[in-house]
């Protein structure tokens, strides 16, 4: 298997949850994770046998050590990981049941990473040697700070020949929070991406406009041929496709759509007793990466993604901590089977 050279940029986080299906406070114990939507992907394509660097900045003290720490016993390169003076990003999480749904509250607003000066990265210098830089848009959307460094390393990927892959992850609360211009931030970086991931919701934010089909593979299909008409550097978008019927039973489709007519499809999953569905995105994410620096074909690619996002449903914590060869035994048959 190839060794890619792919760097993270985003801030690193504690996720503190309610433990079981409780609610948030109901007992005084929290469960401590680490995560962010960059490292989670990470994580997966350091699993996935890559060669993954995260560069970040955390709190200069214990949190920060903890978080930093974790990533390394998953085999990511954390050398480019700074520390400063300030706080950790946290969230807080309750997890939903019965009529329940999960709830969120973030509590990062002034990090140590939020704060961090856009000048003090050397992107010609962290990026050598790179073949993908992974970003995601919950960095841009925490301040005018990091939305300079977000479009700073994008900006130097291109320019040196590094292939972007960028997340929408549209937050509109932390947007609101300082009043961000969303729009014109994301569609920089939509303009430097090689794959987005994003259905046309996003594009719908950043293009503006609706996407009224009748059907949601067409209104992907739609989003997909005006997002490659916008944006000339796009070889790929790809999505994911969730109905929930119920807190802990979801159905989860996939797309991936190309700039040269590709078009592959998964075929629909049936999540049923989720454990946490958090950072299953990423996880699609990593997937779909992976298979594309393989060089798998497309089904085979957005196969491999679903799975991978699949399996994080039945993972506790942001991270998915599954190797190729777990993902590949729920693609083939007898996955259910017990592996001796």
């Known amino acids: 298997m190839s060794r890619t050279r792919v760097v993270c940029f985003g801030e690193l986080l504690l996720r503190l949850g309610a433990p079981g299906k409780q609610l948030l406070l109901q007992t005084p114990q929290l469960d401590v994770h680490a995560?962010?939507?960059?490292?989670?992907?990470?994580?997966?394509?350091?699993?996935?046998?890559h060669a993954v660097a995260m560069v970040s900045v955390v709190a200069d003290n214990p949190?920060?050590?903890?978080?930093?720490?974790e990533l390394r016993r998953h085999g990511v390169d954390t050398t480019h990981v700074r520390t400063a003076r300030g706080r950790m990003g946290l969230y807080f999480l309750t997890t939903g049941a019965g009529h329940r749904p999960s709830e969120v509250?973030?509590?990062?607003?002034?990090?140590?990473?939020?704060?961090?000066?856009?000048?003090?990265?050397?992107?010609?210098?962290?990026?050598?040697?790179?073949?993908?830089?992974?970003?995601?848009?919950?960095?841009?959307?925490?301040?005018?700070?990091?939305?300079q460094a977000t479009l700073a390393a994008a900006r130097a990927a291109c320019e040196l020949g590094v292939k972007v892959s960028f997340d929408g992850n549209f937050r509109p609360k932390l947007w609101e929070r300082w009043g961000g211009?969303?729009?014109a931030v994301l569609r920089d970086l939509f303009d430097c991406a090689h794959i987005l991931f994003a259905d046309h919701r996003d594009i719908g934010v950043v293009?503006?406009?609706?996407?009224?089909?009748?059907?949601?593979?067409?209104?992907?299909?739609?989003?997909?041929?005006?997002?490659?008409?916008?944006?000339p550097r796009l070889q790929y978008m790809a999505c994911t496709q969730r109905t929930a019927h119920s807190v802990d039973q979801h159905s989860l489709g996939a797309m991936l759509l190309g700039r040269d007519g590709t078009r592959a499809v998964a075929p629909e999953e049936q999540l049923v007793g989720?454990?946490?569905?958090i950072g299953g995105g990423d996880a699609f994410a990593a997937g779909v990466l992976h298979g594309l620096i393989e060089g798998f074909d497309a089904d085979s690619t957005i196969r491999f993604g679903l799975a991978a996002g699949c399996l994080k449903h039945s993972i506790p914590g942001d991270f998915n901590p599954v190797g190729v060869a777990d993902v590949q035994a729920l693609v083939g048959e007898g996955r259910f089977d017990v592996r001796r």
Do not use: C, M
């Open 207 to 231: 293009l503006g406009g609706e996407f009224g089909q009748d059907d949601a593979q067409a209104r992907v299909d739609a989003a997909a041929t005006q997002a490659f008409a916008v944006f």
């Open 105 to 147: 509250v973030y509590d990062r607003a002034d990090s140590a990473f939020a704060l961090a000066s856009p000048e003090g990265w050397d992107w010609k210098s962290l990026l050598e040697d790179a073949q993908w830089l992974h970003l995601s848009g919950v960095s841009p959307a925490l301040g005018a700070q990091a939305a």
């Open 181 to 183: 211009d969303a729009r």
């Open 35 to 49: 995560g962010g939507a960059e490292a989670n992907v990470g994580v997966s394509l350091a699993h996935f046998g």
């Open 274 to 277: 989720i454990v946490d569905r």
């Open 63 to 69: 949190l920060g050590a903890a978080v930093t720490g």
